[in-house]
């Protein structure tokens, strides 16, 4: 039996075999040095949802798989916040998705919680690691919470936004003049 290395280059090589005594040449064979077949690509898109007032509301995330593969092929995924917080604005989620052969698409969901409290719109995350039979091309999917809730206090004395302000008032009241007590801008979401 005889083992050989593989040269690191990748392309065609011919291996000889020659009589030990006379250097003739007793037989030959090609062989290639390659790659092998490129593994399937797999990508999430963005979501955006209207966050709603009560109860949750489903930002439903597409993970596809291109082309379809022969074999099995599962990836991990996990939520991660960006201006959007875990526990409070939507419910966080991981897990395994599996593909079996021919499958091209697997869905993610998270659950946004409704409220009624004025806000920004938000911003989350779907992050897809450890690929096992395919390479990631597009890792992370962006949720975006469009608030849907106006504020009924009257604008910041200070920045001029309508958001509500999160300070209560004090003993002596919100202070004459003045729609919002805050001294510190920071304190008005
Ligand atoms: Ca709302
Ligand atoms: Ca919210
Ligand atoms: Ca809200």
Redo the contacts with the bound molecule.
């Keep these: 039996m005889v083992t050989m290395t593989a040269p690191a280059a990748l392309g065609t090589y011919e291996l000889r075999l020659l009589a030990n005594d006379t250097f003739t040449l007793i037989g030959s064979c090609t062989y290639q040095v390659g790659t092998g077949p490129a593994l399937p690509l797999l990508s999430i898109n963005d979501v955006t949802v209207t ?1 709603g007032n009560t109860g949750t509301v489903s930002a439903i995330f597409n993970v596809t798989l291109s082309p379809a593969a022969t074999g099995p092929v599962t990836v991990s995924f996990a939520t991660a916040n960006g201006t959007a917080t875990a526990g ?2 939507y419910v966080t989620n991981s897990g395994t998705l599996t593909f079996n052969a021919g499958d091209t698409v697997k869905t993610v969901t998270v659950l946004v ?1 409704g ?1 009624t ?1 004025p ?1 920004a719109n ?1 911003t989350f995350f779907v992050n897809l690691s450890a690929p096992a039979g395919a390479t990631i091309s597009d890792s992370q999917g962006q949720g975006t ?1 469009t ?1 849907d809730d106006a504020s009924t206090k009257g604008p910041h004395p200070r920045t001029g936004s309508r958001a509500t302000c999160r300070r209560r008032p004090t003993r002596r009241g919100w202070g004459p003049g003045s729609t919002c007590p805050c001294r510190d801008p920071r304190r008005w979401p």
């Design positions: 966050e409070s604005d919680n409220d409290t806000e938000e919470i608030n």
